[in-house]
């Protein structure tokens, strides 16, 4: 199995009901601003090449963002400041995301996220996440040759994502590693001697931004450091 038909499957699942519930809702609702868009509302698959050496994992798709338009980080003001972070770093073939067709592509780079649908006040339970964690799981599985080098967007993303590296044959070091921001983690897979070096970011969230918890030179400063680690 691909990746892309892994995506295939994943759109259409229907496991968790809040999720569910929560993601048409919206897309019925709409807000103001979005009226003539027809919501995506389903789950949203990650974006980017298979072969990508630098995986950045977020926490979930918001309701009138990626959840409106079917990619991940498309239509929110988390997207905004990434992708112009990514175009800036050169992996990103243009510093905007507006909606799925609008053509831009990433090199080098792919992007999911601990949940695939969005979550209501952007806050999955950990009874979603751990879920979801089995998409996550087979993504990895299928991204070939698989990444060298992750970006973990917030402690949520962090706190899904070390389990299944764990069960996927990388050893972590203990105490397992808590999250936070620039921090680096290298895990090795000691079958094959492969290394993994796992990077911390807090969220580039509405929110984060807005109270300068995360800066947009933070952000730059720890993609750069995933990008060089990566190779890209
Ligand atoms: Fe399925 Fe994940 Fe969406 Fe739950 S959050 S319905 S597991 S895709």
């Known amino acids: 199995r691909t990746v892309t038909e892994?995506?295939?499957?994943?759109?259409?699942?229907?496991?968790?009901?809040?999720?569910?519930?929560?993601?048409?809702?919206?897309?019925?609702?709409k807000r103001p601003g979005f009226r003539d868009w027809e919501y995506w509302a389903r789950p949203v698959p990650g974006f980017g090449p298979a072969d990508a050496p630098v995986l950045l994992v977020g926490?979930?798709?918001?309701?009138?963002?990626?959840?409106?338009?079917?990619?991940?980080?498309?239509?929110?003001?988390?997207g905004d400041l990434l992708f112009a972070t990514l175009h800036e770093?050169?992996?990103?073939?243009?510093?905007?995301?507006?909606?799925?067709?609008?053509?831009?592509?990433?090199?080098?780079?792919r992007i999911t996220a601990a949940v695939h649908c969005a979550p209501p006040d952007n806050r999955p339970t950990t009874a979603e996440r751990d879920r979801c964690r089995t998409w996550l799981a087979r993504e990895l599985e299928l991204l070939d040759p698989g990444p060298v080098a992750v970006g973990v967007l917030g402690g949520f993303a962090w706190q899904a994502l070390l389990p299944v590296l764990a069960a996927t044959g990388w050893r972590?070091?203990?105490?397992?590693?808590?999250?936070?921001?620039g921090m680096e983690v290298i895990l090795?897979?000691?079958l094959s001697g492969r290394q993994l070096r796992v990077f911390g970011s807090y969220h580039p969230s509405r929110r984060n931004i807005s109270t300068r918890i995360v800066t947009p030179a933070m952000l730059r400063e720890v993609l750069r450091r995933v990008l060089v680690a990566g190779g890209v």
């Open 6 to 29: 892994l995506d295939a499957h994943l759109i259409d699942c229907r496991a968790c009901p809040r999720l569910v519930a929560w993601r048409e809702e919206v897309a019925t609702v």
């Open 59 to 78: 926490l979930a798709p918001a309701a009138n963002g990626g959840n409106r338009t079917g990619r991940m980080f498309t239509g929110d003001p988390s």
């Open 89 to 109: 770093l050169g992996v990103a073939s243009q510093p905007t995301s507006i909606d799925r067709g609008d053509g831009l592509e990433l090199c080098g780079v």
């Open 172 to 181: 972590l070091p203990a105490p397992r590693p808590t999250f936070g921001h």
């Open 188 to 190: 090795t897979q000691p």
